[in-house]
DNA sequence: TCTGGGGTCCTAGGACCC
DNA sequence: TCTGGGGTCCTAGGACCC
């Protein structure tokens, strides 16, 4: 049995936390580079605003209704989630994580000793209590089914926030009144696919033949069906499996036309990347680079390009990766060009102090290289982006826009709310 | 004028092996 | 001219998630 415990309207609650002047306000969070809208409150959602709309496009929703817009500011996201999570599993034996803003908890245990719904309440006023932000609670015998339990406790009030679908017949009556892309699993595309066969809703998913499923699309929607039928089939991962790719990309503030600030850009991410990966304790032997102009402009000429090294042994040394990311900008660089956007994909990875030499391997390591980058870690940790790469110039043109940027309220000295 | 960033998993197809 | 039946590994692309 598992509970899915997600944060309602994560973004724009946590913009709310330290104004409560903001209280009952619509509230509006834009992704990176000020783009798109992420995230929106209830109150942003009721005057029509769409989710992932570009911002350009409600400009003028935004002025008439006077809605209050943030950039993202993952800082304090971070922060929040993190404290949202404490608590959960304070409350659960074995919780995970599943983004910033959500977490499954296994309740096999609890389920024998306590009414689940009872269970569901608490969390939410525990979490409400510790943090401020409110969650809805949706109870399953599967992931999927615990998804959409928690999709119920959001879209009907009377549910308090808490929906508990032990009961087949429960899931049954619900599951016939959802549309079928609203569960788990079933995008934008698939849905067409399904409706054009005749599966409307989700109750319809679950009671198709399920080698059909497989035959007509993949073992995955078949397993999303097992799991409508309260099958489970989704493996709980507590610890967070190593990451496989560690990617870092940007669209610029503005389009790049010379390499300069393309380079300075890519040394940026790369330092980035890189720490990233040295967090997760892993080396990688290939790194990608690609660049390409905007996909929305029928005007300018398009361009679009990636290439990938392999290194001779896995490295976590900035330098390192640095040489290679910057040897692919003058590989893939075109003139007459208007960049948008380019980024670094570290890949190929092996375990830190796992690492079969040949002995044919005749290159040398430095030897202070893994004290030179724990320094430079540790600096930053305590002071994001103290110590940086001079290649990155701290360049302005491609630095990505946040025009609304809130403070980091919790995580740094200078910036914590004062109290008059 | 202005359209995010970061991941995962699965499948198909080609190269290659015995 | 006829030409099996397995297998692995890699990559690209498509789908999904938040």
Redesign the pocket.
Known sequence: MYALV?CNN?YAACERLFRPDLKHRPIVV???????V?ARSYEAKALGIK???????V?EDIRRHNILVFS?NYTLYGDISARVMCTLEAMAPRVEV?????AFLDVHGVSHCRDLVAFGGEVRQRVYQDTGITVCVGIAPSKTLA?LANYAAKKYPATKGVVDLSDPLRRRRLMHITPV?E???????????LRDMGINTALQLADYNKKAL?RHF???LE?TARELNGEDCLDFEQVA????????????GE?IHRIEPMREAVAK?VA??AA?LRAEHQRAQ?ISLFMRT????DREPRYSN?A?V?LMRPSDDTRVLMKHAQALVGKLWRDGFAY??A?V??G?FYPRYVWQPSLLDLLEVDPRADKLMATMDAINAKQRGAVFWARQNNGTQWR?KQEFLSPAYTTDWQQLPRVR
Not at 51 to 57: A, H, L, Q, S
Not at 98 to 102: A, T
Not at 241 to 252: A, G, L, T
Request: contains cysteine; glycine residues 6%.
């Open positions: 997600d994560f834009l992704s990176n580079n000020d783009g798109c992420v989710m992932g709309v570009p911002i350009f496009k400009r993202s599943y983004s910033i803003d959500e998804k892309d569960v788990w699993g079933v995008g934008r595309r698939l849905a067409v696919r497989r993949s073992v995955v397993r499996e190593p990451k496989q790719q560690i990617m870092c990309s940007r669209s610029f389009r991410y980035n990347a990233k290939a905007s996909m929305f402009s990636a990938t392999k948008a956007k980024g994909l570290l190929d990505m």
